[in-house]
């Protein structure tokens, strides 16, 4: 009985390696957030190391990507983490977006949130050092401070959606 169940469970993993999840890699940057804000070369460095992988259109894959179910969990992992926020496609954001997204980074970066315990324990060149930290996080306020300076306070405002009336 056991053998049947231990055979099965081969069966379905090696079906499982037919199905591939689509990977991201379109390398659209027309939206970048370079194209509206300027980033350093240290910046730059930090963000491609520790966030690019999660938070752009063009994820590095490591070789264990390819085995089931890992994809998928990987796959759900980098979509998720372009939902949350995605550099490729940050200057097509509304600008409140685009401030409290950046308010966000500097949130996650100070409690230690991001880059996520996951990613960094597999990917140790992904840990940020303190300085790291600041200058990641030094970054995003300048950014947010100019955005302050540009805009309106009222057009900063995340606004909510309202239900639909009945």
């Known amino acids: 009985m056991i053998k049947k169940i231990l055979l099965a469970l081969v069966v379905l993993l090696v079906i499982a390696q037919l199905v591939r999840p689509t990977k991201n890699n379109s390398g659209d940057v ?6 509206l804000y ?8 930090i963000v491609a190391k520790a966030c690019a992988d999660c938070h752009s259109n063009n994820t590095n894959y490591p070789w264990y990507a390819s085995i089931q179910p890992l994809a998928y969990w990987i796959g759900d992992h980098v979509k998720d983490g372009k939902r949350h926020f995605n550099f490729n496609d940050f200057a097509g954001y509304r600008i409140a977006k685009q401030n409290h997204k950046l308010e966000e980074v500097i949130e996650q970066v100070k409690e230690g949130e991001m880059p996520l315990y996951s990613y960094t ?17 030094d970054w995003a306020q300048g950014i947010r ?15 909510k959606p309202t239900a639909p009336k009945k």
């Open 145 to 159: 401070d100019s955005i302050k300076a540009n805009y309106p306070a009222d057009s900063l405002v995340m606004k």
């Open 30 to 35: 027309q939206k970048d957030i370079t194209t």
């Open 121 to 137: 324990l597999i990917h140790k060149e992904a840990r940020l050092t303190d300085t790291e930290k600041t200058m990641l996080m």
């Open 38 to 45: 300027p980033m350093s070369d240290s910046v730059k460095l």
